[in-house]
C-alpha cells in the first residue's frame, strides 16, 4: 500500500511563505512525476507545479511562475513546493500527487489527502 501524506499548510498573511511537504511511504519500487496542484473554493483543481524523476519541471503557470519552487528528495521519497510571497489569490487546498512503481512492478497513481493553505490580505 503507497500513500503520500502532505504537512506544512496553513494560515498566513499576504506576503508571507510556506513550504510545503510529500511524503511517500510503503511498498514502493520507483516515483516518476511528483507534483503539486491546488483547488480554490468553487473552482476545479488545477496544476501548481510538477517534478519528473529526472529533475525536469512543468511550466509554470505566470500567476505563480516567479514565487513558486517545486523540488524533490528522492531519498526521503518526497516532495516540496516552496510558495514566496503568497497572495490571497493562493489560497486554496493543495494536493500533491506522485506516479511511480509499487514493490511489485505495478503502476500507481496517487493523491495526497490535501492540505488547506489560507492567505489574508
Known amino acids: 500500500q503507497v500513500q503520500l501524506v502532505e504537512s506544512g499548510g496553513g494560515s498566513v498573511q499576504a506576503g508571507e511563505s510556506l513550504r510545503l511537504s510529500c511524503a511517500a511511504s510503503g511498498s514502493i519500487f520507483d516515483l516518476n512525476v511528483m507534483g503539486w496542484h491546488r483547488q480554490a473554493p468553487g473552482k476545479q483543481r488545477e496544476l501548481v507545479a510538477a517534478v519528473a524523476a529526472d529533475g525536469t519541471t512543468n511550466d509554470l503557470d505566470s500567476s505563480v511562475k516567479d514565487r513558486f519552487i517545486i523540488s524533490r528528495d528522492d531519498a526521503r521519497r518526497a516532495v516540496y513546493l516552496q510558495m514566496l510571497n503568497l497572495k490571497p ?23 495526497g489527502q490535501g492540505t488547506q493553505v489560507t492567505v489574508s490580505s
Not at 489569490?89 to 493523491?111: H, I, M, N, Q
Open 89 to 111: 489569490e493562493d489560497t486554496a487546498v493543495y494536493y500533491c500527487s506522485a506516479t511511480g512503481r509499487d514493490d511489485s512492478k505495478r503502476p500507481f497513481a496517487l493523491w
